[in-house]
């Protein structure tokens, strides 16, 4: 569980925010994309643990969830 390390692979944390993106798309039918630069190695490098699903949660909450539908994060 990512939450119980202090840091993390970049890409296991784009992999949990995007299972986290997938079950918020279902409730609020939005669109999404991750863009990452294809020279960064996500598997090497490390970031703080949960740093962006609360960033990307707020975004949703206070930003998409207003609309109907539609909307991109």
Known sequence: MNG???S???ATEISALETYLQLEQL???FDY???VDDNL???????P?????????NAI???LS????????
């Open 27 to 29: 409730r609020f039918q």
């Open 49 to 57: 643990s949960l740093l962006l699903q609360p960033l990307v949660e």
């Open 33 to 35: 994309a991750i863009s």
């Open 61 to 63: 909450k206070h930003g």
């Open 41 to 47: 190695n996500t598997g090497s490098v490390e970031i």
């Open 66 to 73: 207003p609309v109907r539908e539609g909307g991109c994060v």
């Open 4 to 6: 119980e390390k202090s």
């Open 8 to 10: 993390v692979p970049l």
